[in-house]
């Protein structure tokens, strides 16, 4: 039996993604005299002075702040909304659920842009702008339809006889969420969390639109310092390296549901 000789496909597209990765770390750690004098694959004097830069301004370190807590409240919300809305699209049926289902994913597929204006003005009325939970709804539009959607599908996928079982054994709505559902769905409830965190840490107009200075997200800190006359590309390489960290987290506390997750339910 001949063995198999692996595909080069994969690896030459992780080499793709590689490449833009590692030239953002090596532009971290160099200087602008040294990138503007000459081209190099690797920094000739490596350097810490931008994320030194970035830790000693409260200006910067901050904006990962200011994000992180946007971010949290935002996948807070989302899945706590959608997981009774999944429960109710999987387990009943009534007028236009199948209508309104679909209706749903069209509002995740709006741009961000149509929005921003309508946004601004309700959160000014209601004198929300410049705060994190202005941000954390305002993504909320954009990932409650995909939550409802992955996570419709993993509590569709639990057959009913469990529910018609835990009522027979004297469980309340409630205590079958917490004592069964949610013990059954939580590689769902882990692909839907990183779907929403994601969305939430790289989206940009919304969180520089709807924030000033109090809440404003290191993203809009970024596109402002990148927007001079002479911008400091080795600060926001660093700046960009420190932003991949939280997902890269994400991903490895939470790899084992992830891993579940993705190949099971519906993921769009």
Same mark, same amino acid.
């Given at each position: 039996? &001949?063995?198999?000789?692996?595909?080069?496909?994969?690896?030459?597209?992780?080499?793709?993604?590689?490449?833009?990765?590692?030239?953002?770390?090596? #532009?971290?750690?160099?200087?602008?005299?040294?990138?503007?004098?000459?081209?190099?694959?690797?920094?000739? /004097?490596? &350097? *810490?002075?931008?994320?030194?830069?970035?830790?000693?301004?409260?200006?910067?370190?901050?904006?990962?702040?200011?994000?992180?807590?946007?971010?949290?409240?935002?996948?807070?919300?989302?899945?706590?909304?959608?997981?009774?809305?999944? =429960?109710?699209?999987?387990?009943?049926?009534?007028?236009?659920?199948?209508?309104?289902?679909?209706? *749903?994913? &069209?509002?995740?597929?709006?741009?961000?842009?149509?929005? %921003?204006?309508?946004?601004?003005?309700?959160?000014?009325?209601?004198?929300?702008?410049?705060?994190?939970?202005?941000?954390?709804?305002?993504?909320?539009?954009?990932?409650?339809?995909?939550?409802?959607?992955? *996570? +419709?599908?993993?509590?569709?996928?639990?057959?009913?006889?469990?529910?018609?079982?835990?009522?027979?054994?004297?469980?309340?709505? $409630?205590?079958? =969420?917490?004592?069964? %559902?949610?013990?059954?769905?939580?590689?769902?409830?882990?692909? &839907?969390?990183?779907?929403?965190? #994601? =969305?939430?840490?790289? +989206?940009? %107009?919304?969180?520089?639109?709807?924030?000033? /200075?109090?809440?404003?997200?290191?993203?809009?800190?970024?596109?402002? !310092?990148?927007?001079?006359?002479? !911008?400091?590309?080795?600060? $926001?390489?660093? !700046?960009?390296?420190?932003?991949?960290?939280?997902?890269?987290?994400?991903?490895?506390?939470?790899?084992?549901?992830? !891993?579940?997750?993705?190949? #099971?339910?519906?993921?769009?």
């Amino acid at each position: 039996m &001949t063995q198999r000789r692996p595909s080069l496909i994969p690896i030459l597209y992780a080499l793709f993604i590689a490449v833009p990765l590692y030239w953002l770390l090596v #532009m971290s750690l160099k200087t602008n005299a040294e990138i503007g004098s000459r081209f190099a694959a690797w920094p000739q /004097v490596p &350097t *810490l002075e931008n994320f030194a830069v970035i830790f000693s301004d409260p200006a910067w370190y901050l904006g990962y702040v200011n994000a992180l807590i946007y971010v949290l409240m935002n996948v807070a919300i989302s899945v706590g909304v959608a997981i009774p809305a999944a =429960f109710a699209f999987a387990r009943y049926r009534f007028f236009g659920s199948r209508a309104l289902f679909f209706v *749903l994913l &069209t509002f995740r597929m709006m741009a961000p842009a149509i929005l %921003l204006v309508p946004f601004v003005q309700i959160f000014s009325d209601l004198g929300l702008i410049d705060t994190h939970i202005a941000v954390a709804v305002a993504h909320c539009f954009f990932n409650v339809p995909i939550a409802v959607w992955i *996570l +419709e599908g993993f509590i569709s996928a639990i057959p009913r006889e469990i529910d018609e079982s835990a009522r027979i054994d004297g469980y309340s709505l $409630l205590g079958y =969420f917490r004592r069964i %559902l949610l013990p059954l769905i939580a590689p769902g409830i882990a692909v &839907t969390a990183f779907f929403c965190f #994601m =969305f939430s840490w790289v +989206e940009v %107009l919304l969180a520089n639109g709807l924030t000033v /200075v109090a809440a404003k997200p290191i993203n809009g800190i970024m596109s402002r !310092a990148g927007s001079v006359n002479i !911008a400091d590309i080795p600060l $926001l390489a660093a !700046a960009g390296v420190l932003g991949l960290i939280p997902g890269l987290l994400l991903i490895v506390f939470m790899r084992r549901h992830l !891993a579940r997750g993705f190949s #099971m339910g519906r993921v769009v």
